[in-house]
């Protein structure tokens, strides 16, 4: 499920569907993912995955004036709607996308899980992708400067990339430190704020590469929860020969007003969403403190934290109020009507899937002990 939102509309992925909801207007659309506008001469096996019923939809984002959205699905289709949800354009990427995203002058931008990234001016003369950047792992996130002069970048291997956009080819820095994939990135002013499987919230000068803060959310999980949400991962993974360590972040919100940033995360397997508050000073110092854990004592299925909080649950969605002294949750009644049309679909209540993260842990194979046994059994047989 995807939820995500623009000043007063808020957009919600589930499986097909694509709901839009503006809530000044109490006014609902949906719609269901098109068949796909198949490029010519495709090849067999690309035209079965194409043409196969299932079209998850696994990243979605708003135009940075939020007149268009783009939408990438699971048998790799991209989507550009309007506000009307009329479709724009409607083509075929090369690869899983993992994440788009816009360019400040509504360009939009994908992230594939073979490491490259593209962009797609969608010109009346050329609808055809360009390759701006490239990793050698699977990139998990990307992301544009409010300037629009730089391009960053997450993947697989703990890297972290700052790149000039769109001359992508020129790299900025390097921001390294996680020992983890790096699942999210988010840029504020001149900093890069990321989340990783390490369980850790870095900070970072986006010019130098620099880190600036780190959170270990593990020192501010339930002890009860986090030790039961470790042990379910020990015996999900447990011959999978997967070093687990602390609980990876799933997912990372962030809101900035000035100076001010309130970074929300949610830990695998665990059932409520911790709130920090940072404070970035003019030397580019940071100060943070844990503000609180929301636990709203049933299961969490979304959020999104821009200018609002929003928080999806398996009953109601709630509207949260942040400040630097604390936090105010309430049920949202002004959604009900998109609630009550959201939950009707079919695996409403089901999150994303466990495999998607695990499969992200690299895994380390001990191959001496057998070498040894067999130079052993070999010297055996010599004698």
Request: hydrophobic share 40%.
């Amino acid at each position: 499920m995807i939820l995500i939102h623009h000043e007063n509309t808020i957009a919600i992925g589930i499986k097909n569907n694509l709901y839009l909801f503006n809530i000044e207007l109490q006014q609902l659309q949906t719609t269901k993912i098109p068949d796909p506008v198949l490029p010519p001469n495709i090849n067999k096996t690309r035209k079965e995955i194409l043409v196969k019923e299932q079209r998850d939809i696994i990243s979605v984002a708003f135009s940075k004036d939020g007149e268009l959205i783009a939408v990438c699905t699971s048998n790799k289709q991209l989507l550009l709607y309007d506000k009307k949800l009329s479709v724009l354009r409607n083509c075929v990427t090369d690869r899983l996308v993992s994440k788009v995203c816009f360019s400040h002058i509504n360009e939009v931008i994908v992230a594939d899980r073979s490491g490259d990234v593209n962009l797609y001016k969608f010109n009346e003369k050329n609808d055809e992708p360009e390759l701006i950047l490239g990793h050698l792992s699977i990139l998990l996130d990307v992301a544009i400067s409010d300037c629009g002069k730089y391009i960053v970048t997450c993947d697989r291997d703990e890297k972290i990339r700052v790149s000039y956009y769109p001359n992508s080819y020129n790299i900025l820095s390097y921001c390294l430190g996680h020992v983890e994939f790096v699942k999210n990135i988010k840029i504020v002013g001149t900093i890069v704020i990321s989340a990783s499987g390490d369980g850790t919230i870095r900070f970072w000068d986006i010019i130098t590469g620099n880190e600036l803060h780190c959170i270990d959310t593990m020192e501010f999980a339930d002890e009860v929860e986090s030790k039961a949400a470790l042990e379910k991962m020990y015996a999900d993974v447990d011959s999978e020969h997967l070093e687990i360590y602390t609980l990876p972040i799933t997912q990372m919100e962030v809101m900035s007003n000035g100076n001010v940033v309130y970074v929300a995360i949610n830990l695998l397997h665990c059932n409520s969403i911790q709130v920090h508050f940072a404070e970035i000073n003019s030397d580019k110092s940071i100060s943070s403190k844990f503000l609180s854990n929301i636990d709203l004592k049933e299961t969490i299925l979304a959020f999104s934290l821009q200018r609002n909080f929003y928080i999806l649950t398996e009953s109601s969605f709630y509207f949260c109020t942040v400040s630097p002294t604390g936090l105010d949750v309430n049920i949202c009644k002004l959604l009900d009507v998109l609630f009550e049309e959201i939950k009707k679909t079919e695996d409403f209540c089901v999150k994303c899937n466990d495999n998607v993260i695990y499969s992200l842990y690299k895994r380390k194979y001990n191959n001496v002990e057998e070498y040894l046994e067999r130079k052993k059994q070999r010297l055996e047989s010599k004698k």
